[in-house]
């Protein structure tokens, strides 16, 4: 019986690129550059078949915690743009060499993506909704 190719830690490594979705190519880059060996792609096709519910299993947690944790949820976005916002205020009224205000301008755009993010705006790309007046009992050619 020939010897296991990958040792618990390649193949570890391996099912960890699987399961971040990395490309073929790339983990074969990757494992030229760290391990200088090539990696054949019936070995990665052999470890992509037989740890499928591992790597799915992991691709969720890790999907899962992506929308979970940081920059995913609203209280921390708007937490970063009102930093944002205090470390612009704090110089917005420095001139710039041609005389214009540009850090008060991108303060004002921090406010207003600022309201945008707690739903108090609409933001500028969204769909406009129109007004339609019907006139009841008038006849429209009247009008």
Known sequence: MAAPSLT???REQL?????AGTREGSIQRFWALVYRKRLASSTIAHWRKKAKPLIDERRKARIDEALNSGLALKTERIAALKEHA?????????VAKNGKLWNEKAWRETLAD??????DRKPKDAPQEQTIKVYVGVDPDKV
């Not at 600022?114 to 739903?119: D, F, R, S, T």
Request: overall charge negative; glycine content about 4%; proline content about 0%.
């Open 114 to 119: 600022i309201a945008i993010e707690m739903g």
């Open 15 to 19: 099912i960890a690129l699987l399961a």
């Open 86 to 94: 205090e470390q612009l205020a704090a110089i917005k009224f420095a």
């Open 8 to 10: 618990d830690e390649k």
